[in-house]
């Protein structure tokens, strides 16, 4: 039987905040998997982690704005009614119908965007490239995939990572759950989250941790853990909401206010890019807080090299959105650093607290301000929490490792 296609469905690509995703197409593809990928829009940062150059996948994107593009999506379209004329007219009234009750046109978007994809990749057909689909994220891109999935007759998988999982509604999750073959998702509390949602198969849901690349992420040189080198705090995160940045500038200008001195180095680029500025100026951290916007791995390697204290001051904003287990944090842990981080979501799975890391509520200023007081006063604990963070990491969160569980889960649909 030949080796056929699995076809990725990604939000975009390459993502510099998504190297989990491209890491993994990679492994697969060195276990022999053969990915396509189907992108709904392209990266919108010139920035390329180098590990894009490696994958072979060859990238199809969907028009994004379809209405812009409406001669073309429905050119296509046409051609995936001829294809599939009785699936493709009960969808697009389901569509439709959804699209009229939720006063939204997702629903119709999605439904047309994958009727482009039908007809240019000859979904649904023997002499397709790709016959099964598996979408990362469980909203916008499995929404997607659903219709694919109906009108093309293909079985289809998730991953599901967090703000997925959380800002949409339970009907749509179970729905898209229990008409797919598996949903894989990287945290425990992800996975006791979907377990527990009503009328869902719970034999679809499984727990795969993405990991790290160990090899990339290790220190090369020997940290002191004095008090000059951990007053070099360092994030990686993007600039918004849940990332919790407030809050951690919060406990920045107490620490400021006590007199003890410090630099933040922030890498990460989003919507908050403004507001955070501001912010910066408004407590009085501008000499303190450097932006270093989006930044690829070895930028990161450059940096985490250097030492410090890395803080993930991750929260739970009103939207419902959430961090998993951020990879951030784990390659802070691989490079020896001690780490402060909220006990929000899956990060106690990685962190087990005053062991590998120091565990704090979030959205509170001041336990953050004491951790770091704590640490800078404590050279020789800050060095044991970092010397045991790479331990940890090494022992859980290695991708060469964990690939096999995403492998296992796929391997019926190569």
Not at 23 to 38: P, T
Not at 61 to 86: C, D, G, S
Request: aromatic share 8%.
């Amino acid at each position: 039987m030949r080796n056929t296609a699995i076809g990725f469905v990604l939000k975009g690509y390459p993502r510099v905040s998504e190297t989990f995703i491209a890491q993994e197409i990679y492994l697969l593809e060195q276990k022999g998997f053969k990915i396509e990928i189907l992108s709904m829009r392209k990266a919108r940062e010139p920035e390329r982690q180098p590990i894009v150059a490696l994958i072979k996948a060859p990238v199809t994107y969907i028009p994004e704005y379809i209405w812009q593009e409406a001669a073309t999506v429905f050119k296509e379209n046409l051609r995936a009614f001829a294809m599939h004329p009785v699936r493709y007219v009960k969808y697009l009234t389901i569509a439709a119908t959804r699209s009229l009750l939720q006063q939204d046109d997702s629903p119709i978007k999605r439904f047309l965007q994958a009727g482009w994809l039908i007809s240019k990749k000859n979904l649904g057909k023997s002499t397709s490239p790709i016959h099964h689909l598996h979408s990362h994220f469980a909203h916008t891109p499995t929404e997607m995939t659903w219709y694919m999935s109906k009108v093309a007759g293909l079985k289809y998988s998730i991953s599901a990572h967090a703000k997925d999982i959380y800002t949409i509604s339970q009907n749509d999750l179970v729905e898209r759950i229990n008409d797919s073959q598996f949903i894989m998702t990287c945290t425990s509390y992800n996975y006791e989250f979907m377990q527990r949602l009503p009328r869902i198969m719970a034999h679809k849901v499984n727990k795969v941790y993405h990991g790290i690349n160990l090899d990339s992420f290790k220190p090369t040189i020997e940290r002191s853990y004095d008090t000059q080198e951990l007053s070099r705090f360092v994030s990686v995160g993007r600039l918004v909401e849940k990332k919790g940045y407030d809050v951690i500038f919060a406990a920045l200008q107490s620490l400021k206010a006590r007199g003890q001195q410090f630099t933040y180095d922030i890498y990460g680029a989003g919507e908050l890019k403004k507001d955070l500025l501001a912010l910066t100026e408004q407590l009085g951290l501008q000499n303190e807080i450097k932006f270093h916007y989006t930044a690829t791995h070895p930028q990161i390697i450059e940096r985490l090299n250097q030492g410090g204290i890395f803080i993930c001051g991750s929260k739970i904003p009103e939207s419902g959105d959430r961090d998993g287990i951020p990879n951030t944090l784990a390659e802070a842990m691989a490079m020896e650093l001690p780490v402060i981080a909220t006990n929000v979501s899956g990060i106690p799975e990685l962190i087990s607290h005053d062991s590998d890391g120091i565990l704090i509520e979030e959205k509170d200023p001041t336990q953050l301000a004491n951790a770091l007081t704590l640490l800078l006063n404590d050279s020789e604990k800050a060095r044991s929490l970092g010397k045991a963070a790479r331990e940890k990491v090494a022992r859980v969160f290695d991708s060469s490792s964990l690939i096999n569980n995403c492998q296992t889960l796929l391997e019926p649909y190569r």
